[in-house]
């Protein structure tokens, strides 16, 4: 099967210990015409001319298993991903960030015959802060006479430009070479660690759910550190806390402490300091009270924090209270009104007795892993492949949109991103989605699924 075989994970190795090692990412970016595909062809080594004068060429792949001096990588062209009615700076600025995501270094392609463009710079601006290693190759130097053209190429801030003639092949030898020493042996893309520092937690939830009763149960006499920074501005204060052996950040809270139920504006109030908490957070525990029914600010809250890209724990609080005709119609209102987070972990707890309030590191835990987690590109591309392979989506006007290729751009939350021939329906977008969180977890994390659309 065609598409199978073009998902294949075919540039993934397991070495001895099992661990599943990947060739590292060697991504394309530039503008449109540059030379990019031309490049790719010349460094795969292939004859046959896919190039043709015509912008917005069909290309059939958008990564490709490449090799030199005897080094395997992965090669990512992001030539073709040019269908949008934007504007091109707007178009190759998503490429760039896209590629970034996905490759371990990136090939800046500039057309020395032209110079350095708006979108150029707005592109290197990007690139930099990716932190990602940039080589930049000024194409087109198909002579000697033409290498002043490229030396114009200083001017991006990007260090030396190489000079190449992708159509002649001339310095391109010299150009991998140079990839070479920035490309690691294997991928780290996947392994992308956090900055570090105690992670932040956003405590969350409308007025008398119980947050700043939680807040003192899980401090207890364990010493709370109140962040001193902070502490000298007038409302927002991180508290340090301990917890499951680990230091926990609890951000904001000085509003849950004061205990403001203001009269008049309290909706807006409460609304802005959960937006700001939000903001500040990386995961949000959001308080429910199970003696009574779920209402419009609870849902709104909620709204707020899944859209806020966080990770995200449900704690049913005052547990104490329920009854068993109050339980019984909960169950009912979390299958109805809670179906669209049914991803998030739950936890049933007491602030006011400390019952199970032991359970809300492991969820906590659950929930930062998967918000963390990046899926290796060769795995996602064998899910897509079995997928596609037993459910292809539906022929739409004698046509029927392929998947070619899926990488996941970022994580913190998971993103992902899949190139296809067509646009897919939302039903099949919901689709995969619901696959991907039955294959791969993703308890406790949003997750986005995106397109390129190629022609
Ligand atoms: P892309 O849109 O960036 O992928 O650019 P292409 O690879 O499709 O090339 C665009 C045009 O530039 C084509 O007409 C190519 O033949 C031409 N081109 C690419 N590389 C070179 C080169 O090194 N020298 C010259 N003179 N033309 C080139
Ligand atoms: P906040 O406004 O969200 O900070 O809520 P508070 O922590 O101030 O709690 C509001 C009220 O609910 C207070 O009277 C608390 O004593 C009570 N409360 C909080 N948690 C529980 C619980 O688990 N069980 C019971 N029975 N009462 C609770």
Redesign the pocket.
């Known amino acids: 099967d065609e598409d199978a075989a073009l998902l294949d994970g075919t540039f993934e190795d397991a070495d001895d210990d099992g661990l599943v090692r990947q060739d590292p990412v060697l991504a394309i970016v530039?503008?449109?015409?540059?030379?990019?595909?031309?490049?790719?062809n010349r460094i795969l080594g292939r004859r046959e001319a896919v190039?043709?004068?015509t912008?917005g060429?069909t290309r059939d792949r958008v990564s490709y298993a490449a090799n030199w001096s005897g080094r395997k990588f992965t090669l990512v062209?992001t030539?073709g991903w040019e269908h949008d009615a934007r504007g091109i700076h707007a178009r190759v600025a998503d490429q760039a960030e896209v590629a970034v995501g996905m490759a371990d270094a990136v090939l800046l392609?500039v057309?020395s015959?032209v110079g350095i463009t708006a979108t150029d710079e707005a592109v290197v601006k990007m690139l930099r802060r990716s932190k990602k290693p940039v080589i930049l190759i000024g194409?087109?130097?198909?002579d000697i006479v033409q290498e002043s053209d490229a030396a114009m190429l200083w001017g991006l801030g990007l260090g030396q430009p190489w000079p190449?003639?992708?159509?002649?092949g001339?310095g391109v030898a010299d150009m991998l070479d140079r990839v070479m020493e920035v490309l690691p042996e294997f991928s780290a893309v996947e392994g992308l660690e956090r900055s570090g520092g105690p992670r932040r937690v956003a405590l969350i939830g409308r007025p008398n759910v119980g947050k700043s009763s939680l807040l003192n149960k899980l401090a207890g006499s364990e010493r709370v550190v109140v962040d001193p920074m902070a502490g000298t501005t007038r409302d927002p204060v991180d508290e340090f806390i301990e917890l499951g052996d680990r230091t926990w950040r609890f951000v904001d809270t000085a509003g849950i402490r004061r205990r403001v139920h203001m009269a008049q504006g309290a909706d807006f109030y409460a609304s802005l300091r959960t937006q700001s908490a939000l903001e500040k957070a990386e995961v949000a525990v959001v308080l429910l009270a199970v003696d009574e029914v779920l209402s419009e600010q609870d849902v709104r809250i909620l709204q707020l924090a899944v859209e806020s890209g966080r990770a995200l724990v449900l704690a049913f609080n005052k547990w104490d209270l329920l009854d068993d005709e109050r339980r019984r119609y909960l169950e009912r209102e979390i299958e109805q009104d809670l179906a669209h987070v049914e991803w998030a972990p739950r936890v049933n707890i007491s602030a006011k007795t400390g019952w199970h309030k032991d359970r809300l590191v492991p969820a906590l835990d659950l929930a930062l892993e998967n918000w963390d987690r990046r899926i290796p590109t060769g795995r996602l591309n064998a899910f897509l492949g079995e997928l596609v392979a037993a459910h292809p989506h539906p022929v739409r006007g004698g046509k029927q949109p392929r998947i070619l290729f899926g990488t996941q751009a970022s994580s913190r939350p998971p993103k992902f991103v899949l190139f296809t021939t067509g646009f897919l329906d939302a039903g099949y977008r919901r689709f995969i989605t619901r696959r991907l969180r039955e294959t791969f977890g993703f308890e406790g994390t949003p997750i986005e699924v995106s397109m390129r659309v190629r022609e």
């Open positions: 530039g503008r449109p015409n540059v030379g990019k595909s031309t490049l790719v190039v043709e004068d912008p060429v062209d030539g392609v057309d015959t194409n087109k130097v198909d190449v003639s992708a159509v002649h001339r």
